[in-house]
Structures are given as C-alpha cells and as structure tokens.
C-alpha cells in the first residue's frame, strides 16, 4: 500500500517511557500491550512515513533559491533565508532540527521494538527494519547538508541525555548515511517485486539512489557514477525508465511510473496537501499567491533549437518571450497567454501583463493586482485537475525520480573528464527527447565541447529539469554559486518600469554571506537547553 499518514504521535511518547507493571493500564497502550501484532508495528512504520517530509517544504525550498520568490509572509522561512536577513532563532532554523530528530525518534522507537512482535513473518520483520534504516539515514542526511556536524545516536534517547549530547563530526554522519543505505539496499525489495498493494514504499532502487545524491553532494564522482550505474540499465536494482511524456509525469493518473524512485505519498480523503490554492493563477482561483517563479528560472530554459536566449542564432524575441522555448517552460510555469488546461479537457488564456486581455471581455489582467504574482509569474507544474475546489490533492511528490539519476550520473561523468557523446544520448539527449526537443542542434553532443562547457550545460539541464522540485538550493550550495545567484535583485517578468532593469521588474533583494550561510546556525533554544551543542562559524 502507499504509505499514509496515520496519528501515533502519542504513541512514539509513550512507548519510550512506560515502565513494566504486573498489572497493564486499560486506558492506554504500553510497552507490554502494544507490540502484539506485525500491523502495529506497520502502523508504527507508517508513521515514519509520514515524518520523513512534508509538502510545505517541497514547495518552500525552491524560494530559498534563484528559482522562485515567497511573497506573502515566511513561508518555511524562505523570505528570511533568500534574503540572508536570518539568525539561529528563525522558526525555519528550529523547526527543521526539531522535524528530522522527531522522525528520528519514530525509527528508533520501532527498531527498539520490533523483536518484541510475536510470530512476525521473518522477510516482513526484514524489510521492516530496512524501511526504517533507510527513513533514519534521510533525516540524518538531511541534518547533515543544512547543519554539518550533527548530534548522531542510533537508539532513543533519553531527555536528560539529549541535554548532554554533543555534536558529531559530519564525516561521520555522512560515513553512518552511506553504511545505513548499503544495508537497506541489501535487505529491501526492488520496485517491481512489491505486491500493487505496497506500491509506493521504499526500495532498493531508493536506497541506491539516496546514496549517490549524498555522494553527489561530496563531490565523490567516481562513487556517484557507480551508484547510477547501479540503476541504469540494471533490472537486478529495480525496473527504472523516463515516464513517456514531461507533463504527464506530474499528474495523478501517473503516479508511481517507471520514473518514481522515491515520493512523498499522499491519498484522496486520506492525506492531502493543499498548497497549490496559492500558487495557481487568480482566474484559477488563487486565494493569496505564496510561491512565483522568477525570470532568472525563465531564462535559464534554451530555445527549441539548444541555444540559450543570450546566445547568437538562439531566435528570441523579447516581444514574444515564450514562443519557441523548451517545452518543460509551459510544462512548468505560468506565463501571460499561457493556455491552462481544464479538467474536461478546454483551455483558458491566462492574461498577466497590463493590457494583454483582449478589449471587451470579462477576462481580467493579473499583474499589479491584489494577491497576484509580483513576478508576473505562476506555477504549473504539480497542479492536480482532479484536486477539489480547495484544491486539496492526493497527488505524490517525488522526491527522487530516475531523471535525477540520470542528472547526477551525467554530472559526475563530465567532473572526471568521461562525458561522451554516448553517455550524454542517453542522460542529456534523452531528456531533451522526452521533453519535446526534435532539433538535432539541442540534441546531438556538442563536438568540440570542452568540460567547462559541458558543466554549464548539465547544470542548465538539471535546473530546469528539476525546477519547482525543491533541489536547486542545495545545488547552489554544493556548487559554491550561492554568493553569486543570490547576491542581487530577484526579478520578474518584463512587467516594470523600463528605466529600471530594462523593464524587468525588481521583487526581492537577496544576500548570501559566503563566510558563513552555507551551513545554517544550530537552532539557538538547542544551545539554550544544551551547552555542549557547539555553533557554526561566523554565527
């Protein structure tokens, strides 16, 4: 089955307290009552489920970036850390410590546990424990990339302790996230040998492939390229392939395809998320716009012919800006004269720009208008047609999909001197393909190349590939450009005054301190409650 979320957040505080009596309490479980049966320690597990991420976060992160602005409040504390305006007591800053060790103490509650569960079918006992090794080695691996060094423990612990505990180096973080996915990929079934009941749990291909985005994340190309290779072309870690077309990859009726690795699983009445109500245009039924693309992640994508829109030949036209672009832009966001899609199949035209709409009609035109998008921009991707009229959907969200292999092992073939024109037909080219290119110009392997070119052009590639997917912050910060893509003004669309920008509106002000902002600060009240919790430098 899909993981869903379901209440045991009480049950995670009391299992880790009660003390054995002769005679159990009938009000409550305890230690001694609850583990009886292998559904409850399912249940257990998918409540790891649940903790793992959450959609807010998804969909936050990419404003953390050059891809997207938060205009309304601080969500997720993006607003605070685009603009580098933040200290070790911002919300974001705590809650994202508190999120990660409380799903790490879910893990640790039902491997504590597990042994405790009468006539538990061994295979099933097995993967229960792989599932929650690997969910244990995402939160550390997460704590690690925002935090560096990070308290690590491998049972609860107790609140005295979590007093006392100091701070572990990330290498040996990092060595414990690599160790827990090799024994979770040993131990966990691949995608095609789940029952269609369990679809949607965590694999082998999973855990192969969390391990090269944290080898990715080290620069270790030689390992990221082994770990992609062990999901390329290899049935024997998992049936993996690009989903047949872009858009349809992020539709409900699509879920769980070929290309899904690992997703972030939601059901209809069940466990839903609602964040797109504020992302869809207004004459969609926008309630406040939260999250807008910028124009930097508009321009990043190349025209129809391979070209980038700076580049001589490329046949951009900034009187019609999104005519003869990628197709993964339409895919992706919202622009003015933008054809949305209804459910029953009609289209709508999206006017944005001041005096776009046609004279004596109804439609109304977006941009300037209260709770529109102050970048002139809306995002597309991720909508669900079938969501309700509070656009509330069961849609998952992929938080690993195997274009991101395919991203990585491409990358890591160029940083090792290795990308050939075979490796980039099946990596790059097959992207393109997939996404609509048919020019043989953005398809084929640039001859005469060299790596620096090839780098910018994989990078390209995975921006706007994975755009509005939550991975380009980490991407800057790994690739050391934060300081430059998020030193300056954040614009929108060609919305502005002309004087200004030539015209391109200016939305945000952003500021990355390169000494000290690619690690966030340990959470204040932690070092309040805890004197051996040491800070991050500069902070």
């Given amino acids: ?20 009596l002769d005679l159990a309490p009938t009000d409550r479980f305890t230690e001694a009552t609850y583990w009886t049966n292998a559904d409850r320690a399912l249940t257990v597990l998918n409540t790891a489920y649940s903790g793992m991420f959450t959609a807010d976060l998804f969909f936050a992160n990419d404003a953390l970036s050059d891809n997207a602005y938060n205009q309304l409040g601080d969500f997720q504390g993006a607003n605070s850390i685009a603009r580098g305006s933040y200290d070790a007591a911002l919300g974001r800053i705590r809650d994202e410590w508190n999120f990660h060790y409380g799903g790490i103490k879910t893990t640790h509650i039902l491997l504590a546990n597990i042994d405790r569960v009468p006539n538990i079918d061994a295979a099933l006992k097995a993967r229960i424990i792989a599932e929650t090794r690997f969910i244990r080695a995402f939160h550390y691996f997460q704590l690690m990339t925002w935090y560096g060094d990070v308290p690590l423990f491998t049972k609860d612990i107790s609140i005295e302790e979590s007093r006392t505990v100091a701070r572990t180096p990330r290498a040996d973080v990092l060595a414990f996230v690599l160790a827990e996915l090799d024994a979770a990929a040993a131990a966990l079934p691949t995608n095609v040998q789940y029952a269609a009941a369990d679809k949607g749990r965590i694999t082998k291909g999973a855990a192969i492939a969390l391990k090269a985005r944290a080898l990715l994340y080290e620069s270790r190309w030689a390992e990221v390229a082994t770990a992609c290779e062990q999901l390329i072309d290899n049935s024997a870690n998992g049936t993996y392939g690009l989903f047949p077309s872009y858009e349809g990859l992020f539709l409900p009726q699509n879920e769980n395809s070929q290309e899904s690795i690992l997703s972030l699983g939601f059901a209809p009445e069940v466990r839903t998320h ?44 900034e009187k019609t800006p999104y005519a003869k672009r990628d197709p993964r832009l339409a895919a992706t966001i919202v622009y003015d004269g933008y054809q949305w899609k209804k459910a029953d199949g009609t289209t709508t035209t999206i006017y944005i720009k001041p005096g776009s709409s046609p004279a004596n ?18 995002v597309r991707k991720y909508y669900d047609p079938t969501a309700n009229a509070s656009f509330q959907s069961g849609l998952d969200l992929m938080l690993i999909r195997y274009a991101d292999v395919l991203l990585m092992y491409a990358e890591a073939k160029n940083e090792q001197g290795q990308l050939t024109a075979a490796i980039w037909d099946k990596t790059i080219g097959a992207l393109r393909r997939r996404a609509g290119f048919t020019d043989a110009a953005a398809l084929t392997f640039p001859t005469g190349a060299t790596q620096a070119t090839l780098r910018e052009a994989v990078r390209r590639e995975r921006r706007v590939e994975l755009a509005m997917e939550g991975l380009r912050v980490f991407d800057i910060r790994r690739w050391r450009i934060a300081e430059t893509v998020l030193n300056g003004f954040a614009h929108g669309a060609k919305f502005g005054d002309p004087a200004v920008d030539n015209g391109y509106a200016r939305v945000d002000r952003r500021n990355f301190d390169k000494d000290k902002q690619y690690l966030w600060p340990i959470p204040q009240i932690e070092r309040d409650l805890n004197q051996n919790l040491s800070q991050n430098p500069k902070w």
């Fill in 361 to 378: 009609t109804d439609a109304r035109n977006e941009f300037g208008k209260q709770n529109a998008s102050t970048t002139g921009y809306y």
């Fill in 274 to 317: 609602g964040n797109f109500r504020d992302f869809v245009p207004i004459s969609i039924g926008d309630r406040v716009n939260n999250i807008a693309p910028t124009q930097e992640l508009v321009d990043s994508y190349l025209t129809t012919n391979g070209k980038a829109i700076t580049e001589a030949g490329s046949g951009f036209d």
């Fill in 1 to 20: 089955m899909k993981p869903t979320y379901i209440t045991l957040l009480a049950a995670a505080l009391w299992l880790g307290g009660c003390k054995d």
